[in-house]
DNA sequence: GGTATCGCTTGACATAGTGTCAAGTAGCAA
DNA sequence: TTGCTACTTGACACTATGTCAAGCGATACC
């Protein structure tokens, strides 16, 4: 199992998650996940090459421990363009406070460090990709508005949708996870299906 | 004039802006700022105590050299509550470009210095009363949807104005500022704007 | 029983950046 | 001449990442 501790890699995987829940708000160092996983600082790197990679591969590590390779089942599976955004905000906007804190720090890193800048990219490259294919939904069941082209929409979608946002409206704003996402789907309905012409 | 170079204090300002702008990307440090403005790394701190200090400084230096406190008269002169929304929109939409660097800065500085997070807190939370000043201008002539409370509302709308969602669809997705700034009104309006029951 | 290897420890060190301190200096003014 | 202001210079403390070399204990193999 990729949770089993016995495993010294997966020992320091568990710690880096715990401290950074941990420790809000502050940096987690190197030291500080050594120490809770019992091992010295110099250990880290015989496993990590640097703190970049270990954090890397922690969103790696929380993907398999929350099985999130699961989540996008049912956007996909969605009959119509509506039910496929619905079911994509449900799946990405329930995974972010999964990922959130080492998503955090990866971000914060992101600034100086080229490898966690580009394994950030990355992930919210592909996102974006969900976002493309929900927006194209609405299309093809032509109930996109007409006021964007789908490009501009799935730019708008991906925007709404950052950890950054979820960030503002559960951390800063104190909203509960289940208004986030209620909200998410009210406003990306509101913005993005074309109003009835009935 | 909050210009004047002859004034070292101003310089350095300057220096940090010009600085700031140069390194794209890249963190900007004390040595590079001294550098440009030619004098020595330590002389800054007997201008400002802290790098922290130096960029809250900044922002006060960015407000006077742009004269951010006249943008918010029309959106104060508004009479009714879509034009007091549109013209908020405007103005701070039209803000962001001139403080993003320094914010950036801030930002990134924000998560592990006390003083830079309470500085740009502190900003944010009076771009908020903005927010809800809109917002309270839609519900008094009521067409605030009545899908939201208005401190639900407000939150929605200060979240969605974020320097952070402002960077993502400018330097992310590469849109033109009008386009952003267009794109906030409609959105905004399809969002927050009561359908006619005519 | 010896020995080799693996996984870790320990201490020392390089590097980069912020911030501090003390001594010195150039220019200007009374 | 004296003294002040604004700056310079060099040295240093501190924090954090990352590297290196030597050593050590357990286990596995012959």
Redo the contacts between chains.
Sequence with gaps: MSSDTSNTRNRILKSVLEQLQASQ???VRMADIAKRAGISRQALYLHFSTRAELLIETTYYVDRLKGSDKRLAPSRAAETGIERLNAFIEAWGNYIPDIYHVAKALL?MG??DDAANQAWSKRMSDMKEGCAAAINALDADKVLSS?YAPD?AT??L??ML?V??WE??IIE?G?PQEDYVQ?LK??AH??FVK?QTA
Tied chains: 1, 2.
């Design positions: 708000e502050k940096g914060a600034d100086t006021d501009q730019d708008v991906w925007t950052s950054r946002n503002h409206l704003c909203w909200m009210t406003i509101k913005i109003k």
